[in-house]
T-cell receptor
Framework: GAGVSQSPRYKVAKRGQDVALRCDPI?????LFWYQQALGQGPEFLTYFQNEAQLDKSGLPSDRFFAERPEGSVSTLKIQRTQQEDSAVYLC??????????????FGSGTRLTVV | AQKVTQAQTEISVVEKEDVTLDCVYE???????LFWYKQPPSGELVFLIRRNSFDEQNEISGRYSWNFQKSTSSFNFTITASQVVDSAVYFCALSEAPYGNNRLAFGKGNQVVVIP
């Protein structure tokens, strides 16, 4: 597609419930990132994929967070046993490694997760 | 470790006034990249500019201008003759690589409110 697409746009989960957030990057983009943005804060890095390989997951806050990108395109961020502190906007970004591509990272509109 | 500081949290200006957003960064790398993004209420991060550490030329794009001062580790952003559509949160960010190979470290953002 023309941009990075994320779904759902909004998600309300009861504490303890598992959730799955989807990211559809720009076609052909090799790199994919997940960020977490708490209310009133800047986005914080969670994890990075290059194609299907998860090269950096150092930002995942706990082992309840898991991300995958099995075919090197669509990615899913899964949060198990959600807690109130997981409430945030989850942003996905993709990027080409082509140095002639000047936009750098393209972000989706995010999924706003509210845990009640 | 990389760090980005945006000291002003909320800035209100009357339409047609100029507004300058300060960004100070820390990095041990000699090669790095600086970005500004705009986040309107819709939530998507909109790319505004990318600047590499070897290019200290200031840049102007329409009503937007950027002042990169390597000596003071600052990358400030000015909106000239502000308009209501400029109301948004603006983020400064730092990366060791411009395209897809490294995470972005964001500041906390500046909320700009343009009063008609």
């Amino acid at each position: 597609g023309a941009g990075v697409s994320q779904s759902p746009r909004y998600k309300v989960a009861k504490r303890g419930q598992d959730v799955a957030l989807r990211c559809d990057p720009i076609s052909g983009h090799v790199s994919l990132f997940w960020y977490q943005q708490a209310l009133g804060q800047g986005p914080e890095f969670l994890t990075y994929f290059q194609n299907e390989a998860q090269l950096d997951k150092s930002g995942l806050p706990s082992d309840r967070f898991f991300a995958e990108r099995p075919e090197g395109s669509v990615s899913t961020l899964k949060i198990q046993r959600t807690q109130q502190e997981d409430s945030a906007v989850y942003l996905c970004a993709s990027s080409s490694v082509d140095p002639t591509f000047n936009y750098g990272y393209t972000f989706g509109s995010g999924t706003r997760l509210t845990v009640v | 470790a990389q760090k980005v500081t945006q000291a002003q949290t909320e800035i209100s200006v009357v339409e047609k006034e100029d507004v300058t957003l300060d960004c100070v960064y820390e990095t041990r790398d000699t090669t790095y990249y600086l970005f500004w993004y705009k986040q309107p209420p819709s939530g998507e991060l909109v790319f505004l500019i990318r600047r590499n550490s070897f290019d200290e030329q200031n840049e102007i794009s329409g009503r937007y201008s950027w002042n990169f001062q390597k000596s003071t580790s600052s990358f400030n952003f000015t909106i000239t003759a502000s308009q209501v559509v400029d109301s948004a949160v603006y983020f400064c960010a730092l990366s060791e690589a411009p395209y897809g190979n490294n995470r972005l470290a964001f500041g906390k953002g500046n909320q700009v409110v343009v009063i008609p």
